[in-house]
Nanobody, 120 residues
């Protein structure tokens, strides 16, 4: 399984970015895919997840009204649209996948990270 994340960058507070994750190597039916992030000096934390088959979504509270996760099944792509970005959103963002809900496990599959930096 390969999860290829892209789309990070430098943006001013209040701005937007869209992260992309290209998933390959298996059928993801029944899996949940999503995003984690790790800020400097902090533990990795869950951000958002989406059930690949049903499209059901779930978020951590701090991003619920600002970020939107989506998936394009035809292309095996997962996206994270991030709006109203804040300096505290600065982190390396990782794409991940597991058969279980991402908030309850350490995901089986990880992609490489993409850096998001939000300036104040």
């Amino acid at each position: 399984v390969q999860l290829q994340a892209s789309g990070g960058g430098l943006v001013q507070a209040g701005g937007s970015l869209r992260l992309s994750c290209a998933a390959s190597g298996r059928t993801f039916t029944g899996y949940t895919l999503g995003w984690f992030r790790q800020a400097p000096g902090k533990e990795r934390e869950f951000v958002a997840g989406i059930w690949y088959s049903s499209g059901g979504k779930y978020y951590t509270d701090s991003v619920k009204d600002r970020f939107t996760i989506s998936r394009e099944k035809a292309d095996n792509m997962v996206y994270l649209q991030m709006n109203s970005l804040k300096p505290e959103d600065t982190a390396v963002y990782y794409c991940a996948a597991d058969i279980n809900r991402l908030t309850s496990v350490s995901p089986r599959y990880w992609g490489q990270g993409t850096q998001v930096t939000v300036s104040s």
